[in-house]
T-cell receptor
C-alpha cells in the first residue's frame, strides 16, 4: 500500500522564521509531488507541484525533492501568522490517483 | 477564470437517506476526482473520472457512486447514509490525470455533509 507520511505537528515557529515541513513516501515509482495549504474548515489550496529532483521556488515557498531518499519538503521563508494552516503533501505514481498525507499543522506566532 | 465549483455548500441529512453532490470543473479540465475528508485526516480518494470514464475507485462501499457528464461536470451519490459519512466532500479537477505536468489537481470549496 502506498503511504505518505507527515509529522502531524503542530510545528510552531516565530514570525519571520523559516518553517520546514517534511514528507516521506513509500512508492519508489512516484513521479508527481504536490503541496497544498488548508485553512481550518476550508478546502485545500495548491501551493506548488514538483516533478524533478532539486529545488523549486515560488515566492516565499521552496519545494525540495529527493527521489533517491524518497522525501519532499516545503520551506516557507519569512513566515507570517497568515501562514498558520495545515499543509498537505500529495504524491502520485504512474496511476491516476494521488495519495495524501495527514497533513502538518503549522502555527506562526507573532 | 472560475475555479472548481461545488453544490451545495452544506447539507444535513438523516441516517438512511440519499444525497447527491455536484461539481463543475475548471473550464478545459476533463478529469474530476472526489475525496472524503474527516477532521484530522488528509483527503481520502473516492472516485476519479477522466473523459467520462471511471479511472479509479477508492476503498469505499457500493453505497457510493458517481458519474461524469458530457460537459465534464460530475455527481457523487451516497445511498443509505450512515453517521460515519459525515465529512467534507471535496471535488478536484485536472487537465489530464495521467501525465506529469498536467495532473495538478485544483480543489473546489467542498460540501460539508452532516448525517444525524
Amino acid at each position: 500500500q502506498k503511504e505518505v507520511e507527515q509529522n502531524s505537528g503542530p510545528l510552531s515557529v516565530p514570525e519571520g522564521a523559516i518553517a520546514s515541513l517534511n514528507c516521506t513516501y513509500s512508492d519508489r515509482g512516484s513521479q508527481s509531488f504536490f503541496w497544498y495549504r488548508q485553512y481550518s474548515g476550508k478546502s485545500p489550496e495548491l501551493i506548488m507541484s514538483i516533478y524533478s529532483n532539486g529545488d523549486k521556488e515560488d515566492g516565499r515557498f521552496t519545494a525540495q525533492l529527493n527521489k533517491a531518499s524518497q522525501y519532499v519538503s516545503l520551506l516557507i521563508r519569512d513566515s507570517q501568522p497568515s501562514d498558520s494552516a495545515t499543509y498537505l503533501c500529495a504524491v502520485k505514481g504512474g496511476s491516476y490517483i494521488p495519495t495524501f498525507g495527514r497533513g502538518t499543522s503549522l502555527i506562526v506566532h507573532p | 477564470d472560475a475555479g472548481v465549483t461545488q453544490s451545495p455548500t452544506h447539507l444535513i441529512k438523516t441516517r438512511g437517506q440519499q444525497v447527491t453532490l455536484r461539481c463543475s470543473p475548471i473550464s478545459g479540465h476533463k478529469s474530476v476526482s472526489w475525496y472524503q475528508q474527516v477532521l484530522g485526516q488528509g483527503p481520502q480518494f473516492i472516485f476519479q473520472y477522466y473523459e467520462k470514464e471511471e479511472r479509479g475507485r477508492g476503498n469505499f462501499p457500493d453505497r457510493f457512486s458517481a458519474r461524469q457528464f458530457p460537459n465534464y461536470s460530475s455527481e457523487l451519490n451516497v445511498n443509505a447514509l450512515l453517521l460515519g459519512d459525515s465529512a467534507l466532500y471535496l471535488c478536484a479537477s485536472s487537465l489530464a490525470p495521467g501525465l506529469a505536468g498536467t495532473d495538478t489537481q485544483y480543489f473546489g470549496p467542498g460540501t460539508r455533509l452532516t448525517v444525524l
